[in-house]
């Protein structure tokens, strides 16, 4: 009799365990829109998620410490005048989210310590550069105050967000909408999946396009791919008889998958997260009730099923928590931010420990939250990795930092002046412009009254 070797790994007893209902956040109106993304961030400070909102669009930033039901008059981020499609925290200053809308616009808010005690309405700075729709926002990795946008307009904006302005612009790569686009560990590349059913890795200072594939799944549905530490792409997408597939390859040869495995037929777009940390995927798809997770390995088969996570409700979204906001005392190794209809669920995935002590094989250390380099290296050419800490000791959220904007180079752009320079005098132009129509349409409505007189 041929005995089965089980494969041995440390997270093939990984289980998740949903929050108590008391530490819930519940009553929360989430978003009803149909973009294809999270709808939710997290980190050791706050939770965001979008949520429907009325005459333009919004999102809601609670401390993570708020549980319970929310005040119906709990405040809202509210400053775009269409929908919110995707929002993310600065990995490097956790009171900074950047949030992109159906206006056009990409906006970046700084949240007080505490969290909001009013509408927050104005943003440290208002991006303008796309001519459609934004719908994904992703901050550098490694460099301070560098964010990407990708927008309906099939274009990707690298953004000094200091000097709020566009110093990079990928046009001419792709040519129909951009599905997702994922930083590489260091920040030095991008990788894109798009409506041309290409997924592309880029170099974005030079724009070059260094790997490309067509049809990594041969369905015609979005495909989402992102970029392991080592190089290698992670894609998920749908066969040609509508099953959902997982798949890696190799940049160098993209002919053949070195793994593919087909999951099930459900309609939902699977949402990778990749931990570099544990080299472990989980794929979650909106209206799916489960969260697969996989091992990736340097040997064949690479990429390794270790289980799913079950629930009875589907999920609208969700975000996961950065490593340094994880409870190490408890081998917590993941946390995944669940959004349903009216309730946000946490659900810690969890290496089960008889021992109280610090899982070292669990955590070695970890993305911090000091950035590597500067705008100004990193847009000159400059490449670093992430700067690691340990968590033996636990992670202790800093005091909120300064977000250094330079509003000498940002007011110009606010205030559109005349051609003469001078913004006061159109405003009292345009005043005047205003009087002079208003007397005429009352001149005109005392006309229309006497031809009405007359001929009665």
């Known amino acids: 009799m041929i005995r089965k ?3 041995s790994s440390k997270f093939r007893h990984v289980f998740g365990q949903p929050a108590k209902a008391d530490q819930c956040y519940d009553d929360v109106r989430i978003s009803q829109t149909t973009w294809d993304s999270n709808f939710c961030a997290v980190n050791p400070k706050f939770l965001a998620m979008i949520v429907e909102a009325s005459g333009g669009g919004a999102f809601m930033v609670l401390p993570l410490a708020k549980t319970g039901r929310l005040d119906k008059s709990q405040p809202l981020v509210c400053g775009h005048t269409a929908p919110v499609l995707d929002i993310e925290w600065c990995p490097h200053n956790d009171n ?16 007080p310590d505490g ?29 301070q105050n560098v964010l990407l946008s990708a927008g309906c307009d099939n274009a990707v904006l690298l953004w000094d967000v200091g000097t709020g302005r566009a110093l990079l612009e990928l046009r001419d790569l792709h040519p129909d909408t951009i599905y997702s686009v994922a930083w590489s ?13 290409r997924v ?18 041969e369905g015609s549905r979005p495909v989402r791919a992102v970029l392991l530490a080592d190089g290698k792409i992670l894609t998920t997408g749908f066969s040609r008889m509508s099953e959902r597939q997982v798949a890696l390859w190799d940049p160098a040869h993209l002919e053949e998958p070195m793994n593919l495995q087909e999951l099930d037929t459900s309609s939902g777009v699977l949402l990778p997260h990749y931990d570099p940390d544990t080299s ?21 088969p690479y990429l390794h099923f270790l289980s799913l996570f079950s629930s009875k409700e589907s999920q609208r979204g969700g975000g996961w928590m950065p490593k340094r906001g994880l409870d190490v005392s408890k081998c917590e190794i993941a946390r995944f931010y669940k959004l349903h209809e009216r309730k946000c669920e946490p659900i810690a995935m969890t290496v089960p420990r008889k021992s109280d002590l ?43 930092r300064e977000f250094k904007v330079n509003k000498s180079i940002l007011e110009p752009r606010r205030t559109q002046t005349s051609s003469n320079g001078d913004s006061t005098g159109a405003l009292e132009k345009l005043v005047e412009d205003l009087r002079q129509l208003q007397a005429t349409v009352a001149e005109q409505e005392q006309r229309i009254a006497a031809l009405e007189a007359a001929a009665k």
Not at 185 to 197: E, K, N
Not at 200 to 217: F, L, M, Q
Not at 364 to 390: N, Q, R, Y
């Open 5 to 7: 070797v089980v494969r």
């Open 280 to 300: 472990m995927i989980y794929l979650c798809g909106k209206g799916d009730s489960s969260i697969r997770y996989f091992e990736v390995t340097p040997e064949a």
């Open 200 to 217: 592309r890795v880029i170099e974005p200072r030079s724009g070059r396009v260094i790997a490309e594939k067509a049809n990594p799944h």
């Open 185 to 197: 560990r260091d920040g030095s590349r991008l990788c894109t999946s798009c409506r041309d059913r």
């Open 358 to 400: 610090f899982q070292e094989d669990l955590y070695p250390d970890t993305v911090g939250p000091d950035p590597a380099l500067t705008a100004e290296e990193w847009f000159g050419g400059k490449d670093a990795g992430p700067l690691l800490i340990s968590l033996k000791d636990g992670y202790v959220p800093p005091k909120s």
């Open 96 to 111: 900074i989210i950047a949030s992109g809308s159906e206006d056009c616009t990409v906006m970046v808010w700084e949240v």
């Open 115 to 143: 969290g909001l005690v009013r509408p927050l309405t104005e943003p440290l700075v208002t991006l303008e550069g796309h001519s459609k729709r934004v719908g994904i926002v992703a901050w550098h990795p490694t460099a």
